[in-house]
């Protein structure tokens, strides 16, 4: 049986890669994993979700779990309910921010925490082996609807603050915070804006990926209502992405570096952490308040376990996926949008003002084909040679591919998860700089590559 959990829980396109039948079986073995414990679900807006919910939750039925279905509603949520709430585990069924025709599953623990690669295994084996520990008919229960999203509403509320009367645009994308994100904002006295706010599986508004593309209408609203930001989720609502004052869409990277900026402001000498792939403007601006970075995989679940094992004040990825430990250990993009714009109060600052201290680099990108069965190997070897060919570089990693740190930028060398490519990510303080480390390394690559193929 080929894997079944990724970075972030299982996903593939519904009904090929992704059908009830496996989905029962997940079921099942969350369940038996559990020792039928209390199991909290959910799901976004996709078409496909209560078919599989309905499937996921047979199977958790079937191995005694009590089951609490919450119908739809943000994955952050989700989490944060599992956790506040005393759940055993919690199932999300989403895609996050893929398109409307894939789904998947996500577990949580106990504590609101997804699920990492032991557990998953854990899961995968169970499944593999039909390991599955059934229950007796008398003990197999019904399950439950519940409604507690005020649970998520209150933590907010109590979290964020705000003097202002925020002019916000909100645009959920159709997608699982359609809901919540305004009900959010207006408890928090914004004059809220919202566009998008109708749920719908097919995400017929927007991309339900957060980009600069698909925000650009968001953007001239934000423009021509004269709104303070504009604010936008994925499909599950564990991304923010953000629009500034004059209608331009906000940089990932800058936005993060300079959140961690303003936490670290406030709490001096502490940890941030981030992906490998996420820009050294976050080391430039985190450093200089006398802060440290750690660098993990890519995957917010990686990213959480980072958080806890280093005690660390905030956590993100530049894709809009911010973890704020004090409150849960999950991405969480209304909860994230919600503290963005306590710090511009705080700071006396607009959005455009607020990242305007971050320096922006030039980054380039390359993507070299190599077999899959080979593609790991030539990670390792590539990362070798790149150590010999940049002599004077000031770090290396392997925590997820191979990463060198230069003077005056970085390169990192990884395997594509989903696909039989080598993917070559650089960034450099000028686009000269950026494209000379490009040339010398996608050559390196190209070479091992064109050896293993020889």
């Known amino acids: 049986m080929a894997k079944l959990f990724g970075s972030s829980g299982l996903r593939g396109l519904v009904n090929a890669d992704l059908t009830p039948t496996l989905a029962v079986r997940v079921g099942m073995a969350v369940g038996t994993f559990n020792k039928a414990g209390r199991v909290f679900v959910a799901r976004d807006t996709r078409t496909s ?26 994955t952050p949520v989700l989490a944060y309910l599992t956790g506040r709430l005393g759940a055993d585990a919690g199932v999300m069924i989403t895609a996050s921010h893929n398109p409307p025709q894939y789904n998947g599953i996500k577990v949580f623990d106990g504590s609101g925490m997804a699920y990492n690669e032991k557990s998953q295994g854990e899961i995968e084996k169970i499944i593999k082996e039909s390991n599955f520990k059934l229950a007796r008919w008398q003990d197999v229960s019904k399950a439950e609807h519940g409604d507690e999203g005020g649970v998520y509403l209150e933590m907010v509320q109590k979290s964020v603050r705000l003097k ?28 809220v804006i919202a566009v998008n706010a109708q749920p719908d599986g097919f995400f017929p508004a927007r991309s339900s990926e957060p980009n600069a593309e698909s925000l650009m209408p968001l953007a001239r609203i934000v423009k021509a209502l004269k709104a303070d930001v504009g604010i936008a989720y994925d499909g599950d609502g564990d991304r923010a992405a953000f629009i500034d ?10 936005v993060l570096a300079a959140y961690a900026a303003y936490i670290m402001r406030k709490k001096r000498g502490e940890t941030v952490v ?9 080391e430039k601006m985190v450093e200089s308040y006398g802060g440290k970075v750690v660098r993990t995989r890519v995957g917010d679940v990686y990213v959480a376990e980072a958080v806890k094992k280093f005690d660390a004040v905030f956590g993100g990825e530049p894709c809009g996926a911010w973890i704020h430990p004090q409150h849960h250990y999950c991405p ?8 963005l714009l306590k710090a511009l109060e705080d700071e006396n600052r607009s959005l455009s003002e607020f990242i305007a201290e971050v320096p922006a680099y030039n980054v380039v990108r390359k ?5 899959s069965i080979e593609k790991h190997a030539v990670v390792k070897k590539a990362g070798k040679l790149l150590q010999a060919s940049f002599p004077k570089y000031k770090e290396f ?13 970085w390169v990192l060398v990884r395997a594509s998860g989903t696909e039989p490519l080598i993917r070559l990510t650089v960034e450099g303080e000028s686009l000269k700089v950026a494209n000379k480390i490009m040339e010398k390394a996608a050559s390196l690559v190209e070479k091992v590559v064109e050896g293993y193929v020889k």
Not at 245 to 254: A, H, S
């Open 49 to 74: 979700g209560l078919m599989l919910e309905n499937a996921l939750v047979s199977g958790l039925l079937a191995c005694g779990a009590k089951v609490c279905c919450f119908d739809v509603l943000p």
């Open 164 to 191: 202002k009367k925020w002019r916000v645009a909100v645009d959920p994308g159709c997608g699982a915070t359609s809901r919540l994100a305004p009900a959010v904002f207006k408890s928090l006295n914004c004059d």
């Open 245 to 254: 004052e004059k209608g331009g869409f906000v940089d990932f990277d800058r």
């Open 274 to 282: 981030t992906n490998v792939e996420a820009s050294m403007c976050i």
């Open 332 to 339: 969480d993009g209304m909860l994230s949008s919600a503290l």
């Open 367 to 371: 993507n070299v084909p190599c077999k």
């Open 397 to 409: 990693s392997e925590v997820d591919g191979a990463r060198l740190v230069l003077d005056d930028g």
